[in-house]
């Protein structure tokens, strides 16, 4: 095999030990956020005794590529969401012994913002407005080309936290999850069908942009004049 995974070693830290460990990792930090939202810490620092960090300096990216890909999978499995990109470094620390390993993990600068996104024929479209309209008229937000559509079919609401669907008097109606529908509240990963074509709703994590750093105070500093000792300003 040329995985990674497959490298053995006399002694000293496996690879397949750190991926148990990035996984143990992710299940203690989750946390749960509300009801449908589960967010898992994205950046990962795996430290290593300096001769198994010499040993797995030596696989080189192959070892953290699939750590990467095993770190995505086992959170899709446990429907753990990111709030940023996923990085894993591996660390020498001189204090460590061989055989033992360390992982440290924090969430994106620590702030989550969730985003509404529709999955429509192929294409991802952030909701960016309270009130999404979908149709084939070249006046709706998002336009389709499914002939038994509409031109105004539906729109979805999303307040940033919650979304709705509605149907906007169409003539063959609206389905969410088969089922026919003229209002109805929209939960994450539902699917929309109008005409042929689903709409498929989903929330995702983002990191959120850290605060704006408060602006300086003026400057109290007084120019004194060197003649007479006396304030210019």
Same mark, same amino acid.
């Given at each position: 095999?040329?995985?990674?995974?497959?490298k053995?070693?006399?002694?000293?830290?496996?690879?397949?030990?750190?991926?148990?460990?990035l996984?143990?990792?992710?299940?203690?930090?989750?946390?749960?956020?509300?009801?449908?939202?589960?967010?898992?810490?994205?950046?990962?620092?795996?430290?290593?005794?300096?001769?198994?960090?010499?040993?797995?300096t030596?696989l080189?990216?192959? &070892?953290?590529?699939?750590?990467?890909t095993?770190?995505?999978?086992?959170?899709?499995?446990?429907?753990?969401?990111?709030?940023?990109?996923?990085?894993?470094?591996?660390?020498?620390?001189?204090?460590?012994?061989?055989?033992?390993?360390?992982?440290?993990s924090t969430?994106?600068q620590?702030?989550v913002?969730?985003?509404?996104?529709?999955d429509?024929?192929?294409?991802?479209?952030? &909701?960016v407005?309270?009130?999404?309209?979908?149709?084939?008229?070249?006046d709706a937000?998002?336009?389709?080309?499914?002939?038994?559509?509409?031109?105004?079919?539906?729109?979805?609401?999303w307040?940033?936290e919650?979304?709705?669907?509605?149907?906007?008097?169409?003539?063959?109606?609206?389905?969410?999850?088969?089922r026919k529908?003229?209002?109805?509240?929209?939960?994450?990963?539902?699917?929309?069908?109008?005409?042929?074509?689903?709409?498929?709703?989903?929330?995702?994590?983002?990191? !959120?942009?850290?605060?704006?750093?408060?602006?300086?105070? !003026?400057?109290?500093?007084?120019?004194?004049?060197?003649r007479?000792?006396?304030?210019?300003?």
């Open positions: 095999m040329n995985s990674a995974f497959a053995t070693f006399r002694s000293g830290i496996q690879p397949v030990e750190i991926a148990s460990a996984r143990s990792e992710l299940d203690k930090k989750a946390a749960v956020v509300s009801r449908d939202r589960i967010l898992a810490p994205n950046t990962f620092t795996v430290r290593l005794s300096p001769a198994d960090d010499e040993k797995m030596a080189g990216g192959a &070892l953290t590529q699939e750590l990467d095993l770190v995505h999978k086992h959170a899709k499995a446990q429907g753990y969401s990111f709030a940023g990109p996923v990085t894993i470094a591996l660390q020498r620390d001189e204090q460590l012994s061989t055989g033992t390993l360390r992982v440290d969430t994106a620590g702030r913002a969730w985003r509404g996104v529709i429509v024929e192929g294409r991802r479209h952030p &909701l407005k309270s009130r999404t309209v979908i149709g084939r008229g070249s937000d998002v336009t389709i080309s499914d002939p038994g559509t509409s031109r105004r079919h539906v729109e979805i609401l307040d940033g919650r979304a709705m669907v509605r149907d906007m008097n169409s003539t063959n109606g609206t389905l969410l999850d088969g529908v003229v209002e109805a509240a929209l939960a994450p990963d539902s699917t929309v069908t109008i005409g042929r074509t689903d709409i498929v709703f989903h929330v995702v994590a983002q990191a !959120a942009a850290p605060p704006k750093p408060p602006m300086p105070a !003026a400057d109290a500093t007084r120019v004194y004049d060197i007479d000792g006396g304030p210019l300003t």
